[in-house]
């Protein structure tokens, strides 16, 4: 059976459905601007059927209630058949922008600064959540600052298997000796949540804690534009994006990507400089492309893995459409198990 494709033109906020033989079909877009501010709720936009006699087509979509799972699915959704009756990996990928925090509501250059969410920003959190609920996840990364973690905590408190997060803490023998956990049981039940400076935000130098409004008529628009929005140029005794990109791509192809090759599902909340760096990689954009890329906050993109590829399968269309995830028929089964168990629990 082929799987499900739906790709997105955010350009115009239209969302296209096709199959082919191959089982996948994806198209580009002018815009890269990932808009913030799409429902809450994802609905079941329900199957259908291509009018082609050896296509099979099954869309499968968030629903808008995510009940909470009481007992650990099996994760029968890592792997599937390819055309040659082999079994294939397919890890999901999940990445999001941290919530709100309490500079960006105050419009201040933050960096690595490490600041908390804003209500709004804890909120963000729980709705990206949300959105996620019904996506497998094995293992989370997080940055080191304490508004990326909020954001990966409580968005796992969401999620319908829920199993409970847990931050590994490996600084030294210490430290990672104390967090040992020693019921195989309540570790089945966990997931385990590290953090990494790799991934943290830019660090913008002599510009953290100003205003970013004063600080363009202080020094000039143009000038502050080259520092925030330039490929190679850093602020004052700051760090450029590229210069992010390549402590956040390295640790990804490090740490994360091995993880995906394995099978494990994969969930990281960072910011929106080094998840630039991440996506610039995943979608080989140019230097040119990744400094148009707008991220928002709390808003989860997906991605699948598969036989050393990436492939984009949702994120927001339009500030007024619906966000839609185009589930893989392994995605699929695995929300389907979660379906199955809750009415056996409910």
């Not at 815009?31 to 099979?56: M, Q, Y």
């Not at 105050?106 to 804890?122: A, E, M, Q, R």
């Not at 996840?137 to 940055?143: A, K, L, P």
């Not at 968005?155 to 430290?175: D, G, L, S």
Request: glycine content about 6%; hydrophobic content about 35%.
């Amino acid at each position: 059976m082929a799987a499900a494709a739906s790709f997105f033109s955010q350009s115009v906020g239209t969302i296209h459905v096709c199959a082919n033989s191959s089982g996948f079909c994806f198209g580009k877009s002018s815009s890269r601007s990932i808009s913030n501010g799409f429902p809450t709720d994802v609905r079941l936009l329900g199957k259908r059927i291509c009018s082609s006699s050896h296509c099979k087509l099954h869309v499968v979509h968030e629903s808008n209630s995510c009940a909470l799972m009481m007992d650990r699915v099996s994760s029968s959704s890592d792997s599937s058949i390819d055309n040659n009756g082999k079994r294939s990996i397919e890890s999901a990928l999940i990445l999001i922008r941290h919530g709100e925090s309490l500079w960006n509501e105050k419009n201040l250059f933050t960096g690595c600064v490490d600041v908390p969410l804003t209500k709004k920003g804890i909120e963000e959190a729980l709705q990206a959540g949300i959105r996620i609920c019904n996506i497998p996840i094995d293992v989370v990364y997080t940055s080191t600052l304490i508004r990326a973690q909020m954001t990966a905590m409580l968005a796992m408190t969401q999620h319908r298997h829920k199993k409970v997060p847990i931050i590994t803490h490996n600084e030294n023998e210490q430290a990672n000796l104390w967090n040992q956990i020693y019921s195989e049981e309540t570790k089945k039940q966990s997931i385990p949540v590290t953090p990494a400076w790799q991934l943290n935000e830019r660090m913008y130098g002599e510009l953290q804690g100003l205003n970013k409004q004063e600080t363009a008529e202080r020094y000039g628009k143009e000038l502050v534009h080259g520092w925030r929005r330039s490929y190679d140029i850093p602020p004052p005794n700051g760090e450029s994006l590229e210069m992010c990109s390549k402590r956040a791509v390295a640790y990804f192809r490090e740490h994360i990507e091995p993880q995906l090759q394995s099978g494990k599902h994969v969930m990281v909340a960072a910011h929106g400089n080094s998840l630039r760096s991440i996506i610039m990689y995943l979608d080989k954009l140019t230097t040119q492309e990744v400094i148009n890329l707008e991220l928002s906050t709390g808003i989860p993109l997906l991605y699948i893995y598969k036989e050393g590829s990436f492939m984009k399968r949702g994120s927001p269309v339009g500030p007024t459409e619906a966000g839609v995830y185009a589930y893989t028929e392994t995605l699929a089964l695995y929300r389907q198990e979660l379906d199955e168990m809750s009415q056996r629990t409910s």
